[in-house]
């Protein structure tokens, strides 16, 4: 049973276009985010949710916007899709309280190509 | 600007040897640090962290070992297993005062192969 999944996997499609990339996490956690890994390797942040609340929005173009309809889940759309924004999005959670570690569980992550 | 840098894309290790993996960071605010491994199509999975308040940190076969005065961090693998052939993320947080959320600044990682 996956802990933290997201949909689709793999995703192609033509500049311009709209697309959204789901995540559910299982784990009862109560934190949710958002990373990328662009083609120089680095895992960015894009944004995080706490118990359903936007708590990290880093410098991402407007035209992607995050969802979090309820704690167990965070989606992400982006709007006018452009050739840089090719890259593997991995979404996360994790549990963060006084003490705790505050690992992340990733997902396996979503490579979008955009031709 | 890399605030945490992973100057060794990769590192080949022959089984049963010591692999040892280096990380710095520039951020002094940074007190939490952690070591993630991710192989090919999955995921980044935890490995083992250390608080700023310690110098070292064992789980089984990986230590992880903190120099705040240099600003470095570095994970052992002993002995190193073929399985652990993966890229190897270092990962920083500033978790100060606490509160619910808290962000994780990544390096580019070091490709970790294990070589039979």
């Known amino acids: 049973d996956t802990a933290v999944s997201q949909t689709p996997k793999y995703l192609v499609t033509q500049m311009g276009n709209d697309k959204s990339i789901k995540c559910e996490q299982n784990l009862g956690h109560d934190t949710m985010y958002w990373y990328k890994q662009d083609s120089k390797k680095f895992l960015k942040i894009m944004f995080s949710y706490n118990n359903k609340e936007l708590i990290i929005n880093e410098t991402v173009p407007n035209r992607f916007s995050p969802k979090s309809p309820d704690k167990a889940h965070l989606n992400l759309h982006i709007n006018s899709l452009e050739l840089g924004d090719s890259a593997v999005y991995f979404c996360?959670?994790?549990?963060?309280?006084?003490?705790?570690?505050?690992?992340?569980?990733f997902g396996e992550g979503s490579r979008l190509t955009v031709l | 600007d890399q605030q945490v840098k992973q100057n060794s894309p990769s590192l080949s290790v022959q089984e049963g040897r010591i692999s040892i993996l280096n990380c710095d960071y520039t951020n002094s605010m940074f007190d939490y640090f952690l070591w993630y491994k991710k192989y090919p199509a999955e995921g980044p999975t935890f490995l083992i962290s250390i608080s700023s308040i310690k110098d070292k940190n064992e789980d089984g076969r990986f230590t992880v070992f903190l120099n705040k005065s240099a600003k470095h961090l570095s994970l052992h693998i002993v002995p190193s297993q073929p399985g652990d052939s993966a890229v190897y993320f270092c990962?920083?947080?500033?978790?100060?005062?606490?509160?619910?959320?808290?962000?994780?600044?990544f390096g580019k990682g070091t490709l970790l192969t294990v070589n039979p």
């Open positions: 996360a959670s994790s549990q963060w309280d006084r003490g705790n570690t505050g690992e992340l569980f």
């Open positions: 990962a920083a947080s500033a978790q100060g005062s606490g509160g619910s959320n808290y962000k994780l600044t």
